[in-house]
């Protein structure tokens, strides 16, 4: 027994050290991968509930590896947020969609989503980047959004209180993305200055059949109509999901009924087919 649990110390061990190892080269991978522009911008559209048209589109990051082929953000921005490299890297994400959203100005694509990391909002130069993004591609605040989750607004909240205010002021739009994961203690919502709710998909995946999930999202609704806050269920995969937040009077929908996040041309693509039909 006692040689058995050796083993199983070492291996643990090992394992271990197999994950540091996997982070550190992971964290230099980033580095590099920003320095040669080895990050990409893909696009989920976001619709009306009541008609589908378009009415924004979701930034999500993700990063080209030479060896390793496209890699998904849930594996490499706890990385970039545990080394503070989301901070040079979110600032890239804004100036690439904003001069994407430049490009497609004719197309009429509504508002752009971007996500903000809680760090990002702790950056004294966040405001600068934005406006200077906004300048150079002569895009009206208005159009752009960003995503802040629940824990990010509960962290550090002076500070974040007084970059959100400005960033209001300056008239971009403000979400709180993955809403019910989070804080439990409402009260903050009066304090921020946001303009809609995303149900998380946790939530969204059990309507209508969980009447767990069916009790929180018309909690969820409940809240926000209340509020005065717009309403964006993510994570829609099933048309009797969109049937019921329709019913429920749920404002927009984003996921895989509609589109999954596609690559610049691909959204263009998909845009084009939809106007068409
Ligand atoms: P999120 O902001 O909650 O983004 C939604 C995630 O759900 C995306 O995963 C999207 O691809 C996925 N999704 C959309 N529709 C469906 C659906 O119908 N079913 C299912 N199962 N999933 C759906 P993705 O692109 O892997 O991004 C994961 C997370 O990484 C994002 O979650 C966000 O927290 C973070 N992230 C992505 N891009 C950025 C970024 O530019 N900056 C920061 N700070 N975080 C980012
Ligand atoms: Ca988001
Ligand atoms: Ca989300
Ligand atoms: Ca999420």
């Known amino acids: ?20 190892r996997d982070r550190l080269s992971l964290s230099t991978d980033l580095v590099q991968a920003l320095e040669h522009d080895r990050f990409e911008l893909y696009f989920q559209p976001q619709v009306a ?12 990051l993700r990063l080209r590896h030479p060896t390793q082929g496209l890699i998904s953000p849930g594996d ?19 100036r690439d ?9 004719a197309l009429d694509v509504g508002t752009l989503s971007i996500n903000l ?54 008239g971009v739009r403000l979400s709180i993305d993955d809403f019910g994961t989070g804080y439990s203690n409402l009260s903050y919502l009066k304090q921020f200055p946001v303009d809609r709710l995303k149900i998380d998909q946790a939530f969204v995946r059990g309507v209508p059949t969980d009447s767990n999930d069916v009790a929180i999202v018309d909690a969820i609704l409940a809240v926000a109509r209340a509020l005065g806050l717009s309403t964006l269920a993510e994570g ?34 998909w845009l084009h087919t939809r106007r068409l039909i």
């Open 236 to 269: 829609v995969e099933t048309q009797a999901q969109a049937d019921f937040l329709r019913a429920r009077r749920c404002d927009e929908f984003q996921g895989y009924l509609y589109s999954r996040p596609l690559p610049a041309n691909e959204f263009e693509a």
């Open 49 to 60: 509930a009541d008609d589908g048209e378009l009415t924004g589109v979701e930034v999500l």
């Open 117 to 170: 990391s809680p760090l990002q909002l702790q950056d004294p130069q966040l405001f600068e980047i934005i406006m200077q993004a906004l300048d150079v591609n002569q895009i009206v605040p208005a159009l752009i959004e960003f995503e802040i989750t629940e824990n990010a607004l509960m962290r550090n909240s002076i500070s974040t209180l007084n970059q959100l205010n400005r960033l209001k002021q300056l």
């Open 97 to 105: 969609a904003c001069r994407q959203l430049r490009l497609w100005q």
């Open 1 to 20: 027994a006692a040689s058995h649990g050796g083993n199983h110390f070492r291996f643990f061990v090992h394992a271990l050290n197999e994950r540091v």
């Open 76 to 94: 490499f921005i706890p990385v970039a947020e545990e080394t503070g490299l989301i901070v040079p890297l979110g600032a890239w994400v804004i």
